[in-house]
Each structure stands twice: as C-alpha cells, then as structure tokens.
C-alpha cells in the first residue's frame, strides 16, 4: 500500500544520504536512473525527495547507492512536496529559474490562457527534460522543456 509521508524531514535526510553515496561512489543522475529504469529527471527528483518512486525502482536505486531496506521503503512514500524553503531563494542556479518567472511568468500567463483558455499546466501529468546544446556565438546554452497537461477551469 502507498504510504504518505507528513513532515518532509525523513525525506530530506534521506536525500542528503543518497546525495553523499552518490558522490562517494562517484555515480551519476542518469546512471541512477538508469538503475530505476525511469527518466533522470524523474529520479532525481525523487531521490532529492519530490517524488515516490515505484517499488522496483526505489530498491535498485537503494542498492546502487548502498542505502538499506528502510530507506528504500522511504523512497516510496508520497512526500511533502516544496523543496525551496521560505521567500526568494538564494542559490544562484535556483534565483535564476525565479529570476526567469518573475520576468516572464505573466507572459507565460498571458500566451497559456491565450492558446487554450482559462486553466492551468499540471506539475504531476508532467516530463521536463535539460538539454545542452552549442551556442552559435560560442559557448554552450541550456534548452530546459516544461511538458505539462493543460486542465481547464471548469465552472461548477
């Protein structure tokens, strides 16, 4: 049975066990999930503690990193979700993505509710995936996709 976690602190400790394997065994995300069989995206959210992982998946990433049988059973519950505590966060990487919506967050808005109405783009029927791709003026950039079902507004 699905088990639900309350308190968001199991899972953070959690994370920050299955964080230090990882980089103690020098492994990474997409080799995780490739061990879980499912999306790096995916996977590292839910290691980091944002998603239940299906039980299969939750003991090959537990023995890939050498977790135990308890934190497996962990990596299964429904978390609490939220991974950014408090106001404006301040690591760099993260205030960027905020950066991102404060600017273009209602245009975001505008062309959404535009295209297909009022409504909104699910977070759980979700996929995002983070590309590297070559910059032609030199460099690299990122190309980040957000794929979310749209739910429309229904009245009642």
Do not use: C
């Amino acid at each position: 049975m699905l088990q639900s976690q309350f308190d968001p602190a199991a899972r953070q400790a959690l994370a920050t066990r299955a964080v230090a394997a990882k980089t103690r065994e020098d492994l990474s995300w997409q080799e995780i999930a490739d061990a879980a069989g499912l999306s790096v995206a995916f996977v590292t959210a839910a290691v980091l503690g944002q998603h239940p992982l299906p039980a299969a998946a939750a003991r090959a990433v537990a023995a890939l990193l050498g977790l135990d049988g308890d934190d497996a059973l962990l990596l299964e519950t429904v978390p609490t979700r939220g991974s950014i505590p408090g106001g404006i966060p301040t690591d760099p990487t993260i205030y960027r993505f905020h950066e991102m919506l404060q600017v273009y967050g209602t245009t975001l808005k505008a062309l959404v509710h535009e295209q297909f109405g009022d409504g909104i783009i699910s977070a759980i029927n979700f996929k995002l995936d983070v590309r590297k791709v070559a910059d032609p003026d030199g460099g690299e950039r990122a190309v980040i996709t957000l794929d979310g079902k749209y739910l429309p507004t229904r009245p009642f």
